[in-house]
């Protein structure tokens, strides 16, 4: 394959994926047209693209519409099984969970968000809110806020160079300053929280996950009620109460190394 | 694009799959060699690939080393999040699980695999034999026999011309005509029941989920320890409990819709 045969190559996996990232949660089934537009490719080449993902098992088509196959779910199967935090972290923020009485999560840096990697709900009923391989942007996020200040200096600054900060409340920060500020704050406090920045009524608080070695991994978190929780309770009892968490997964990391 | 253009298209996502594929449960970590080896390509081509995927932040590169990355994790995301069945199979199978004190899974059929979409154990540390996006040969499964059983005709026939039927164990049915008069009689009988077919010491147990039009969407299945359940003890135990089950997650199907 020339040059010519590379650059064609890149193009056509990265439109392959992208026609695959738009079946989301917010659309489900799609129709070509729908593709096309959103994808920004002419109807016929959306169309190939999506009919190689049908060969491949990823897309299926029932009358005009298409939508993913269960098949995709073994990529996420092949990370789970294949990393430790996942595994090590789950049955320390059940219990978490069960505790608190509120829904826990494990989060990573994927770019400008944050991504979930484990979750505990005390309910039964999961909601739909955070889930694992749900996203949200770091910004506004408590996890981000602790995972954004424990970037290398070179990464950090990258982020804060290219970073898209959304208002999604009127109460997110999208001062690049203010949001280094707290950034930096967050890194001496060890703890994070967030208040009505990311939705509405919502706090959030969360504190790093170390490996063996020191290295901020991942956040641990906990989403509640604002009505239901004040800072104090976050200072004094949730940030306790995460940060021993934290420390249980760094040992059950080294055990498993 | 022409023709020509279509062909290196459709080419190009098939290897990007494959490439991608590659990396599994037994292959977390690849060099490029092992993957140009793998899927069949020249190293350039092969190079190629990979630095896409890592690109697009799918894979990571370590050193010499390729891994995917958790974002992975949200196309099975978006695949959960928007299909009922998980969700309203999770909290049924759940409290099998924990009635039974076993595993019990919810799985579709993927081609020639049984793919698991739901699973529940008792056990807080989950092993990795089940779990999300996990896959088995549905020909040596409970759960497979079922969904086989429950194709339409056409399909049924075109599984048995085309399936490979791999001896994953000395006793695993390898004969398409013992094959085929089992799965006929899973149909009469209602559930199914597997022992060391898969795995030596294994039993497992099958019924159908029905959506609310009564068509077969999926199999709910728990893997048991021959030694601690009979023929008998499925017969008259397991497999009423496991219908029960399956029954109440038709009957959730029909309020979502």
């Known amino acids: 394959m020339d040059d010519g045969g590379a650059i064609v190559t890149v193009n056509s996996v990265e439109r392959a994926f992208a026609v695959l990232r738009c079946f989301d949660v917010d659309h489900?089934?799609?129709?070509?047209?729908?593709?096309?537009?959103?994808?920004?490719?002419?109807?016929?080449?959306?169309?190939?693209?999506?009919?190689?993902?049908?060969?491949?098992?990823?897309?299926?088509?029932?009358?005009?519409?298409?939508?993913?196959?269960?098949?995709?779910?073994?990529?996420?199967?092949?990370?789970l099984a294949t990393h430790d935090l996942p595994r090590v972290a789950q049955p320390r923020i059940d219990r978490l969970a069960a505790d608190l009485g509120e829904t826990v999560a494990v989060t990573v840096l994927s770019g400008e968000d944050i991504l979930c990697v484990a979750c505990a709900s005390s309910?039964?009923?999961?909601?739909?809110?955070?889930?694992?391989?749900?996203?949200?942007?770091?910004?506004?996020?408590?996890?981000?806020?602790?995972?954004?200040?424990h970037l290398s200096?070179?990464?950090?600054?990258?982020?804060?160079?290219?970073?898209?900060?959304?208002?999604?409340?009127?109460?997110?920060?999208?001062?690049?300053?203010?949001?280094?500020?707290?950034?930096?704050?967050?890194?001496?406090?060890?703890?994070?929280?967030?208040?009505?920045?990311?939705?509405?009524?919502?706090?959030?608080?969360?504190?790093p996950v170390r490996d063996p070695e020191g290295v901020v991994?991942?956040?641990?978190?906990?989403?509640?009620?604002?009505s239901r929780y004040s800072v104090d309770d976050i200072r004094y009892a949730v940030a306790p109460a995460l940060s021993e968490a934290a420390a249980a997964i760094t040992a059950g990391l080294r055990r498993t190394n």
């Open 28 to 79: 489900p089934a799609r129709t070509l047209s729908s593709v096309a537009a959103s994808v920004g490719l002419p109807r016929g080449t959306a169309r190939r693209f999506l009919l190689t993902l049908v060969e491949l098992g990823y897309l299926q088509l029932d009358g005009r519409l298409f939508t993913l196959t269960p098949l995709v779910l073994t990529f996420g199967h092949s990370y």
């Open 123 to 149: 309910q039964r009923v999961v909601t739909a809110a955070i889930a694992v391989g749900s996203r949200f942007p770091a910004h506004a996020t408590a996890s981000g806020r602790v995972l954004i200040g």
């Open 153 to 207: 200096p070179e990464e950090r600054d990258k982020y804060f160079a290219t970073v898209v900060l959304r208002q999604l409340t009127p109460r997110t920060v999208v001062d690049r300053r203010v949001l280094r500020s707290d950034v930096n704050h967050v890194v001496e406090q060890g703890w994070s929280t967030v208040t009505d920045e990311l939705e509405m009524g919502m706090r959030s608080a969360a504190v």
């Open 217 to 226: 991994v991942a956040a641990v978190n906990v989403s509640l009620q604002k």
